[in-house]
């Protein structure tokens, strides 16, 4: 089977200073024209380090795609590397040089003398046409391996994948098949997941599935591979069924569906409505639920009762309750949920209210403690969590546990 591997250049990478979301979507499609992707590599805007990742790249894949340093800068030397690595010369591109010249030619602007260095190839290479930049990609063989490099603007990058590369190398990849399948998860933790699921995650499986981890959201990702279609669509039920069968409920959605998407719609479908309040998440969970186009059609109410004064005038919280409880208590976050639900006569209303750090917390009440309530005539329910993270993770977990409440309580 046909691997690929990924090479990303550039300091900027290196030091943290920009996020390489390049990678990401370059790997997401190569897996799906059928190549999956054994190696990522970031390395140093250096001619001798961009030359040892491509001899390492090369030595593990058939196809290499890398990214960065095409430009006009001292720093971008990335020809100048692979035209080393190739053991080549550099050309100049008489078509290529007349092409930039236009470029800059319809934005009224005269072309810098340093940009004719974007109109040289290694010798035996492609150029690849840039449409919304002046870098052009580059298209190359080496010992009957392809080699891809492409700007790193990612929207240059994007454009020239699409237009000059990716067909060719879905037709590069004829005869071996990917199909890929993500189930989302929340509820438990990766290890109570990962306990359950058994060997069925094991390193040597097709399919195979991997587990990746993000604001307690757990995705599970089926990646079969074969020679026909049917046969891996086949494999891919079969193991979803399975994890179906194992995870239950903890299982919401598939794909990249959000929490908030998947409450909404089973609102909708069941005509139900919505009214939230909040405290520590601070409006949080109502962007998320409004983030989802045509939450109107369920959300009616959110106030963002931050101080215990507010929860007291604006809800109606019994100020006794405040006083006797503290505003982080199950007895508040609760008195929240129905003051709420009553004020906006929706079918269901949640309360939250907690300590999102990083001052307020006390031995009792720690930071990272946060009272949830989900109120609805089949009564108040109410979860105690704790959340040891900093303040935004704490507040965004928070909102999502509510939203899971609400889910699993749709699904009663």
């Known amino acids: 089977m046909k691997k690929a591997s990924i090479i990303s250049v550039g300091n900027e990478l290196l030091t943290g200073q920009t996020l390489d979301s390049n990678s990401a979507y370059i790997s997401s499609r190569l897996l799906s024209a059928g190549l999956p992707v054994v190696g990522v590599f970031a390395t140093a805007d250096e001619i001798d380090s961009i030359v040892k990742s491509l001899e390492r790249a090369t030595s593990d894949s058939d196809i290499v795609v890398m990214t960065g340093g095409l430009g006009p800068t001292d720093d971008d030397i990335t020809r100048q590397a692979l035209a080393k690595f190739l053991d080549v010369q550099l050309e100049l591109q008489g078509e290529l040089l007349e092409q930039l010249k236009m470029f800059f030619a319809k934005r009224s602007i005269e072309m810098p003398q340093r940009c004719e260095a974007q109109a040289y190839v290694p010798a035996g290479a492609k150029p690849l046409l840039n449409k919304l930049g002046s870098a ?102 079969q193991d979803e069924k399975q994890l179906r069968s194992i995870l239950g409920d903890l299982i919401y959605g598939i794909g990249d569906v959000s929490l908030a998407e998947v409450v909404g719609e089973k609102l909708a479908g069941q005509n139900k409505t919505l009214s939230v309040a909040e405290s520590c998440t601070g409006g949080l969970l109502s962007k998320l639920i409004t983030d989802v186009p045509g939450a109107s059609r369920y959300f009616t109410h959110g106030w963002i009762t931050y101080a215990d004064n507010a929860k007291i005038n604006e809800l109606g919280v019994p100020e006794e309750l405040v006083k006797k409880y503290g505003v982080v208590s199950e007895e508040v976050a609760g008195s929240m949920a129905r003051c709420a639900r009553r004020k906006s006569n929706t079918t269901f209303a949640i309360g939250i209210s907690g300590i999102a750090g990083p001052g307020g917390g006390t031995e009792e009440k720690p930071v990272g403690l946060v009272h949830i309530a989900l109120d609805s005539q089949a009564g108040c329910k109410h979860q105690r969590m704790f959340f040891p993270r900093k303040r935004d993770a704490i507040r965004l977990r928070a909102a999502l546990t509510a939203l899971n409440m609400l889910r699993l309580q749709l699904e009663i």
Not at 190 to 201: D, P, R, V, Y
Not at 220 to 232: D, F
């Open 136 to 237: 052009p990609g580059i298209v190359t063989e080496y010992q009957n391996k392809k080699i891809v490099v492409l700007p790193g603007v990612p929207a240059e990058m994007k454009q020239i994948f699409e237009d000059s590369v990716f067909a060719e190398l879905k037709e590069y990849a004829r005869g071996q098949v990917t199909v890929i399948h993500r189930l989302k998860c929340f509820g438990a933790p990766e290890s109570q997941i990962a306990e359950k699921l058994g060997n069925i995650m094991e390193r040597h499986r097709n399919p195979l599935i991997n587990c990746t981890v993000s604001s307690g959201i757990i995705s599970l990702t089926i990646i079969a591979q074969g020679s026909e279609q049917k046969q891996c669509e086949t494999m891919v039920e």
